[in-house]
């Protein structure tokens, strides 16, 4: 019987940001559609992007390029989220989304953060600060 793989949780928590922010700005205002909307969507797709990439990149102690472009994967991707925080609460001060829906997104991000931290820390004490 083949093992499974289980996912890491911020890629679970990133695909979930992912999933509710293309849900959520499928019913937004079609004049947001190139502007709001599409950033906001780009957006998430650009996290979920990141995190994978720095997933599949192979690090080793002593191995100082690849625990930079991981690191730098993971900084790209705890950035995204930043600017992802700002163009939610843009979007629902403009009414492209609601309230409660600006509310779940920044929860949904807050999550994908923590949890990237704590995969940037663990990178640090495991691999050493040559990162």
Request: glycine content about 6%.
């Amino acid at each position: 019987m083949p093992s499974v793989k289980s996912e890491l949780s911020v890629i679970t928590k990133a695909k979930e940001l992912c999933s509710y922010i293309l849900t959520v700005t499928d019913k937004s205002p079609k004049r947001f559609r190139f502007t709001l909307t599409g950033r906001l969507q780009n957006g998430a797709l650009n996290i979920l992007e990141y995190i994978y990439r720095a997933n599949e990149v192979l690090v080793e102690k002593g191995n100082a390029q690849a625990m930079r472009e991981r690191a730098d994967y993971q900084k790209k991707a705890l950035s995204e989220c930043r600017l992802l925080s700002y163009l939610s609460q843009l979007a629902m001060e403009q009414k492209c989304i609601l309230p409660g829906q600006y509310e779940q997104i920044s929860r949904k991000i807050y999550d994908v953060r923590n949890l990237l931290g704590a995969w940037e820390k663990s990178d640090r004490k495991r691999f050493g600060d040559g990162m």
